[in-house]
């Protein structure tokens, strides 16, 4: 296993840019592998942006939104690439995000592309939310998103993710 | 009504480019969209295209050359598309063309869920 990066602390967008862009640099793979990190890594570090129940004012005077804190990793394994964030929760959101990342393991990828339509319908224009950009996740990959929801303290968990990127794709 | 034009700007990658041009009716978002609060950027898009069809009555080709859009861009990019299918149902000329990458493995796929949430066709071309 190769480390390719790996970070923790604040995530705002030009920081999530640059992280995504130099991947996309320094990795050795063909294109469309290369497009997929790019894509699963900024869908990942945004909802640590966005959705990290442990945030920090914006460190320029002129952002007004608190940015998550959270961790990003992204490794080279011998026949695929692993992303990977981790970020605290509000402890009454882990039941719902395991259900949602339960739900998208089990479905094949037509009611993937359904459910990711359905919810993105629905999706208020202001707020997205984390959801949507789980399913594309689960959907581009192919592969299983992996879980892990740990208990921190009475009001917070640790909500772990990681999903393989193929070296080879299929279709 | 005056044309609509966004240049993309290096240290700012995650806004596409965008150039509504009024004169001819042809409009393009162009480059890569990821953005935070993706509204923002693409509602004053979104009523432009409104204001030109209503106002001007002339027909409108929007193209599409993302290279790379976000789930929350999606998102907006659902509404323009949805804006542009109930103002063709109304008997407006609208044409939308997505200029796709051919490296990327999933952008096919994507258009077509786009067409089906939308109900707007979209032509598919490659971008050179």
Redesign the interface.
Known sequence: MKNVLSYHGPVN??L??FMA?YMKEVVNAE??VT??L??VF??LA?NV??YSAHSKKGWKPSEE?NRGIGWLQVDENEGDFTVASGNLIRKEHGNILQRNCDEINMLEEDEL?EL??KT??Q?D??D?GAH??LI?TG??SGNPLNVEISPIDDNHSFFRISVKIDKI?N? | MKSLVIKSETDAPYYPSVNFDAESGVCEIAGESYMEEAYKFYLPLINWIKEFILNEKRPLTLNFKLIYFNTSSSRLIVDILETLRKLREDGHKIKVNWYFDPDDPDVKDEVEDFEIESGMDIQLMELH
């Open positions: 967008i030009d999530v840019s862009n294109q469309a497009k997929r790019f894509k900024i869908e945004q942006s966005l939104m592309r990711k339509r993105r319908n999706a224009v202001r997205v949507i950009g594309h959907l581009i794709i279709n």
